[in-house]
């Protein structure tokens, strides 16, 4: 939590962690941590998220500050689909992009996704990128 500059309880922290390996117990998938080779530090986290009253599974990233703007996004989701299509047998994800969100829709962009404008049901203020999996 304090990677990504969250001031959250002990509690909430370790309820979010426990979030996460559930996530993946559950649906055998989740977030990925993104660390800079050279140095070790922990620039993000990548990776496919499927919450109960989501419609699909979504692809989605959030880099630190620090991280932004280098290629990481890009790099690891590139990673993550081949991932989700070559051991998941995953046909189509998912990236739900706040629709003033510029960086994150250039990332998506750069993976090869689609949007046609259509608002995420679950969250109206994001758009619906569609990546198709036989690219990346």
């Not at 990677?3 to 909430?12: D, M, P, R």
């Not at 790099?75 to 990236?95: C, N, P, Q």
């Not at 996704?113 to 999996?133: L, N, Q, S, Y």
Request: aromatic content about 12%; proline content about 3%.
């Amino acid at each position: 939590m304090e990677a990504q500059g969250e001031t959250v309880t002990a509690e909430q922290a370790w309820f979010g962690f426990l979030t996460g390996i559930g996530h993946w117990h559950w649906h055998g998938f989740g977030f990925f941590s993104v660390v800079e080779k050279k140095t070790g530090q922990p620039v993000g986290r990548v990776g496919l998220i499927k919450h109960s009253n989501w419609p699909d599974i979504e692809l989605a990233w959030h880099l630190f500050e620090e991280g932004e703007g280098k290629g990481f996004a890009t790099e690891a989701a590139i990673a993550v689909k081949k991932w989700a299509r070559e051991e998941l047998g995953l046909d189509r994800l998912y990236s739900y992009i706040d629709r003033e969100n510029a960086r994150s829709q250039a990332v998506a962009k750069r993976l090869g996704a689609i949007t046609d404008g259509k608002r995420a049901p679950h969250e109206p203020e994001a758009k619906v990128w569609v990546h198709a999996m036989e690219n990346h």
